[in-house]
């Protein structure tokens, strides 16, 4: 299941479970779209892979299984981010 974690690891902007601005990899890093899109070119800083838009968990079941409250804030080095995003940022995903 995932933690839904409440902010972006690179700038900090709080993006809660109801966000249509979160973006996550398959390791569940999570970004706010500008960082995704724009600083780190659709390639994950931690492990190169691609974003995907998070999904929102329904309000429903929100109760049951609460987001993580938890910030995980680790801003990344952007000229060691930027050799990867420009290794990959044009290499379909599956093929990374």
């Known amino acids: ?6 902010n972006c690891e690179h700038c900090g902007k709080d993006l809660p479970n109801t966000s249509s601005e979160a973006r996550i990899c ?4 999570t970004y706010c779209k500008d960082c995704a899109g724009e600083i780190f ?4 800083p ?7 838009v998070r999904p929102i968990r329904p309000s429903k ?4 299984y609460p987001a993580s409250t938890e910030r995980v804030y680790a801003p990344k080095d952007l000229s060691k981010a930027k050799q990867l995003s420009d290794k990959f940022k044009n290499v379909p995903p599956q093929q990374r």
């Open 61 to 64: 079941m929100i109760e049951k």
């Open 26 to 29: 398959s390791f569940e890093c």
């Open 41 to 44: 070119n659709n390639v994950c």
């Open 46 to 52: 931690s492990c190169g892979g691609n974003f995907v």
């Open 1 to 6: 299941m995932l933690e839904i974690r409440p």
